[in-house]
């Protein structure tokens, strides 16, 4: 496996470090200002602004460069330039963000490919059950097969109508809105099906497999 060498935000990245450690708790309740209709998980709190967390790192990659391999467990496998992505119907879908670090942003416009459409092309085998996302800031994820199934998790190329911005994952991310924000990959760069749970970036340091904000699955 070549992966590059993960860059890090050495401090942030301790600090979050020891946030799972300690099983960090919410900040005692802060008021949330408008109704939102259930809609918010416990311990969450709500934002207007969107704010950019990552590795430190945003790789400059133009649409031009882009690839995205799906891989492992399929019965066929695919590379995938940008001009590939956007020849699939594009699908778009309004949820929620759930951070992990306690913010929740509301009603995003997303628009890209349906995971779901993309795996119907790649055939997943019987085995598979998981996949391992890797991105090209050397990120990695792992999630269950079933999320990418569900109709809201995209392959992301506009927010709110304007393309994605190169901090928030441009030119394509992945938004998998059932579960926190840290699975939902930048920059993303394969999907690799395997047949059991592998942890990646955060899930090695403390965070839950899963990650169902609806559970609070913050950490192991
Ligand atoms: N490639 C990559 N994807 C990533 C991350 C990262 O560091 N690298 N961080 C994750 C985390 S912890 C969060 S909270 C969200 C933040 O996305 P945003 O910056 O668009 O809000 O991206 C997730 N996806
Ligand atoms: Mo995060």
């Given at each position: 496996m070549s992966d590059t060498v993960i860059p890090r935000r050495d401090k942030l990245i301790a600090e979050k470090e020891r946030w799972a450690r300690d099983r960090r708790q919410p900040p005692a309740a802060r008021p949330?200002?408008?109704?939102t209709g259930g809609r918010m998980p416990a311990g969450q709190h709500l934002v207007r602004d969107w704010p950019v967390l990552d590795l430190g790192t945003h790789p400059n990659i133009s649409a031009k460069d882009w690839a995205l391999s799906v891989e492992g467990l399929v019965h066929g496998p695919m590379k995938l330039a940008y001009t590939d992505l956007q020849a699939i119907p594009q699908t778009e879908r309004v949820s929620d963000i759930h951070c992990v670090t306690f913010w929740s942003r509301l009603d995003n416009r997303w628009r890209g490919v349906a995971t779901l459409d993309l795996l119907a092309e790649a055939r997943p085998r019987e085995e598979a059950r998981f996949a391992l996302i890797k991105s090209y800031d050397g990120y990695t994820t792992g999630l269950p097969l079933e999320y990418l199934q569900e109709p809201d998790s995209l392959l992301v190329t506009h927010w709110n109508d304007a393309p994605l911005t190169r901090e928030h994952g441009g030119p394509v991310r992945l938004v998998?809105?059932?579960?926190?924000?840290?699975?939902?990959?930048?920059w993303i760069r394969s999907i690799r099906l395997v047949d059991r749970d592998v942890k990646g970036f955060w899930e090695s340091r403390g965070y839950h497999m899963l990650g169902d904000p609806w559970r609070e699955q913050r950490y192991d």
């Open positions: 949330t200002i408008v109704p998998v809105p059932s579960l926190y924000f840290w699975k939902s990959a930048k």
